[in-house]
C-alpha cells in the first residue's frame, strides 16, 4: 500500500509584537504536540525586526538565546501575496531576491500573540495565497484585538462589559490636562480608581490603577509609548478574573474555567508568563506556567454558566474560528459579571483547560480539529461563486 503523505504544516510564530517570547514558546510546545505521523512541519519564525527564517535549528529552545546573531545560520523565506505559490518562497543571502525554490505548504498556523499575528494582519496576508490557515479570520482577529470595538460589538449583542472611554494619543498630546479633566467629569468616571490600559496591547503592558487625578495623565503617557489608543475604566477593586476557552468542532464548546490568582491585584507580565511555570523545568511555559485555579469546584455554579453562555455566544457573534481565550471580570463588591477581553489565539492554544474538560480534550487532537477546519473553511470559501469578469472595460 502506497504510504499516505503527510500533510504539510507550516507553523508561523515570533513575530514583531511585545509577545515575541509567549509565542516561541506556544510554537515550541505546539511542536512537541502535533501528530508526526500525520503532519510534516515546517517552522517559520518571524524575527523582531520582521524577517521570516525557517530552518531545523527552529525545533531546539536552546536555539533562540542564540538569536539574533544565530539567525544567519536558517534560510530566509517569505510569502508571496498571490494564489497558486501553494508555499514558502525562499530568498537569498540579501533578504531581498527570491532563490527561485519553494516550500510546499498545505496549512499554516499562525501561532502569533498579539500585534501583526493575531490582528489580523499575517492572516490577511494568507488570505491573499488561498492557503488555508487556522484560527480566527481577518475580520475576528481584528476586532478582537481592539479592546474598545471588541466591548462596544458585544455589548451590543447584551454581553456585559465595563464601561470605557476611548482616548486617542493625539488627542491627549495636543492637550492632556483639558484630556485629563473631560475623563473625570463623564458619567461613572467621576469617581477614582481608574484603570488605564493601552487598547491593542497584551500581556498586561502599559496598565495602570489611577488613585487620583493627578495620576491619569503620567498613565496615559505610559500607554502612549506603546499605543496610539488608550482605554480608561472605572478599577475593579475587589477582582476576581475568571478566563474560559471556546472552539468550534462539531459545534461551539467550551472548556473548563480557570481563574487566575494574582497577588497584586493587577495580572501583572511577571505573573502570567515568569511565576510559577519553571518550578520544575526553571523555564517559562508561557500561559501554562500561570498559578491558576482550574475548574474550581467552590464557584458560583450561576455565574460559571453565565461565563459559560457569554463566551460561546461571544466567540459565534464575532466569528472566530480555531480556539480562542475569553476573560471576564467579576466585581466581587457587587457580584457583577464583565466580558473583558478575547485572545483569538490564546497563550499555549489553552491546552490545560481543554485537557481538563470533560469530554477531554488532549492537546495533538486540539491541533488536527484546527487544521480540519482550516481545510474545510478554505474549501468553502473557494467554493464561494466570485462574479469577476472583464465586463465594465470591454
Ligand atoms: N477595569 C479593571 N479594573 C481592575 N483591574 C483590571 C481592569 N482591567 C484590567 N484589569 C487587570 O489588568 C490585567 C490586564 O488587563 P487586560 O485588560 O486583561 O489586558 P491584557 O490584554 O494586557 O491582558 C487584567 O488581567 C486584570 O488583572
Ligand atoms: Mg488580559
Known amino acids: 500500500m502506497a504510504a499516505v503523505r503527510r500533510t504539510r504544516v507550516a507553523i508561523f510564530f515570533g513575530g514583531r509584537s511585545v509577545e515575541h517570547e509567549i509565542s516561541v514558546i506556544t510554537a515550541l510546545q505546539l511542536m512537541q504536540a502535533i501528530d508526526p505521523e500525520k503532519y510534516e512541519i515546517t517552522p517559520v519564525y518571524i524575527s523582531p525586526n520582521g ?57 499554516i498556523i499562525p501561532a502569533f500573540h498579539g500585534q501583526y499575528g493575531e490582528d489580523g494582519c499575517i492572516q490577511g496576508l494568507i488570505e491573499m495565497t488561498d492557503i488555508p490557515y487556522t484560527g480566527s479570520n481577518v475580520v475576528a482577529s481584528a476586532v478582537t484585538m481592539n479592546k474598545y470595538v471588541c466591548k462596544v460589538f458585544l455589548q451590543h449583542h447584551d454581553i456585559p462589559a465595563l464601561p470605557a472611554l476611548l482616548i486617542r494619543r493625539e488627542d491627549a498630546q ?100 515568569l511565576r510559577g511555570g519553571g518550578k520544575k523545568t526553571g523555564q517559562s511555559e508561557g500561559m501554562a506556567s500561570l498559578t491558576r485555579v482550574i475548574d474550581p469546584q467552590d464557584l458560583d455554579t450561576e455565574l460559571r454558566d453565565a461565563v459559560i453562555a457569554h463566551a460561546k455566544k461571544a466567540f459565534e457573534v464575532l466569528g472566530c474560528s480555531g480556539v480562542a481565550r475569553l476573560d471576564f471580570i467579576v466585581d466581587l463588591a457587587t457580584g457583577a459579571l464583565y466580558f473583558n477581553e478575547l485572545n483569538a489565539f490564546p497563550g499555549s492554544c489553552s491546552f490545560y483547560l481543554w485537557v481538563r474538560s470533560q469530554p477531554r480534550v488532549l492537546y495533538t487532537t486540539l491541533i488536527e480539529n484546527m487544521i480540519d477546519t482550516a481545510m474545510k473553511t478554505r474549501g468553502t470559501i473557494a467554493s464561494l461563486d466570485r462574479d469577476i469578469g472583464l465586463k465594465a472595460l470591454k
Not at 76 to 94: A, Q
Open 174 to 273: 495636543n492637550d492632556i490636562k483639558e484630556r485629563c479633566e473631560w475623563i473625570t467629569k463623564q458619567e461613572g468616571f467621576t469617581s477614582f480608581p481608574l484603570f488605564v490600559k493601552p487598547c491593542n496591547l497584551g500581556s498586561s503592558i502599559g496598565v495602570s490603577r489611577v488613585t487620583d487625578p493627578s495620576q491619569l495623565a503620567p498613565a496615559l503617557a505610559k500607554v502612549f509609548r506603546y499605543d496610539t489608543q488608550a482605554l480608561v475604566e472605572p478599577c475593579v477593586s475587589e477582582i476576581m478574573e475568571i478566563n474560559v476557552s471556546v472552539r468550534e468542532h462539531e459545534g461551539i464548546k467550551a472548556s473548563v474555567v480557570e481563574i487566575p490568582v494574582s497577588q497584586s491585584g493587577v495580572l501583572s507580565y511577571e505573573e502570567k508568563y
Open 51 to 107: 524577517s521570516w527564517f525557517t530552518g531545523e535549528q527552529l525545533f531546539e529552545r536552546a536555539f533562540y538565546k542564540r538569536v539574533p546573531s544565530a539567525l544567519s545560520e536558517l534560510q530566509e523565506v517569505s510569502l508571496l501575496p498571490k494564489p497558486g505559490v501553494t508555499g514558502l518562497i525562499t530568498l537569498n543571502r540579501d533578504g531581498k531576491s527570491a532563490t527561485g525554490s519553494v516550500i510546499p505548504v498545505d496549512v
